[in-house]
T-cell receptor, first 114, second 116 residues
Framework: DAMVIQNPRYQVTQFGKPVTLSCSQT?????MYWYQQKSSQAPKLLFH???????NEADTPDNFQSRRPNTSFCFLDIRSPGLGDAAMYLC?????????????FGPGTRLLVL | AQKVTQAQTEISVVEKEDVTLDCVYE???????LFWYKQPPSGELVFLIR??????QNEISGRYSWNFQKSTSSFNFTITASQVVDSAVYFC?????????????FGKGTKLSVIP
């Protein structure tokens, strides 16, 4: 089955220690998104890639970076995690950026910062 | 600016009861798209339905049904004969039809608990 995969499902890191979360997809979609979801809140878009074109949301902190080495993979790098970065990180994909395109989400990675 | 309101923060029902989750949206666009997603405790956001602004026909899929009313800017979701597996957080979301409008605006979600 075509799907969006995120690894790991749970990640524990220390305050200030860089961490990388990964996302892969078998849908062959052009667009990949990263969302941050804190407890009892709606997902918040951090950035997205349209093919190799990186698009940052205006209020995404510089601490968050992303890489997309190929169509299938996308990484979220948190350079110096703070306690406030503890959250669920969701990866999503869509075939295009048209507003009618459905975004398909992965299972998420829960990040804990100690 | 677009906005999605899910006024019900939490709902509890007993198994087999029907339940309706409310979603009210605001947009200035005439072309827009509405979505419902389910987020079970495992965390994955599962796509349930997409509806465009030109299609007001209600939809039924098994125990799920959706009532889209442009006159009241609402896109409500009803689960008939609820089951424990329906326990989840449900998000309503909106995207507008303008060029480059890829952003999904989510409501704050409604947590549904179905009690056996």
């Amino acid at each position: 089955d075509a799907m969006v995969i995120q690894n790991p499902r749970y990640q524990v890191t220390q305050f200030g220690k860089p961490v990388t979360l990964s996302c892969s997809q078998t849908l062959n979609h052009n667009v990949m998104y990263w969302y941050q979801q804190k407890s009892s809140q709606a997902p918040k878009l951090l950035f997205h890639y349209y093919d190799k074109d990186f698009n940052n949301e205006a209020d995404t902190p510089d601490n968050f970076q992303s890489r997309r080495p190929n169509t299938s993979f996308c990484f979220l790098d948190i350079r110096s995690p703070g306690l406030g970065d503890a959250a669920m990180y969701l990866c999503a994909t869509s075939s295009s950026r048209l507003p009618q395109e459905t975004q398909y989400f992965g299972p998420g990675t829960r990040l804990l910062v100690l | 600016a677009q906005k999605v309101t899910q006024a019900q923060t939490e709902i509890s029902v007993v198994e087999k009861e029907d339940v309706t989750l409310d979603c009210v949206y605001e947009t200035r666009d005439t072309t827009y798209y509405l979505f419902w997603y389910k987020q079970p405790p495992s965390g994955e956001l599962v796509f349930l339905i997409r509806r465009n602004s030109f299609d007001e026909q209600n939809e039924i899929s098994g125990r799920y049904s959706w009532n889209f009313q442009k006159s009241t800017s609402s896109f409500n979701f009803t689960i008939t004969a609820s089951q424990v597996v329906d326990s989840a957080v449900y998000f309503c979301a909106l995207s507008e039809g303008g060029a480059g409008s890829y952003q999904l605006t989510f409501g704050k979600g409604t947590k549904l608990s179905v009690i056996p």
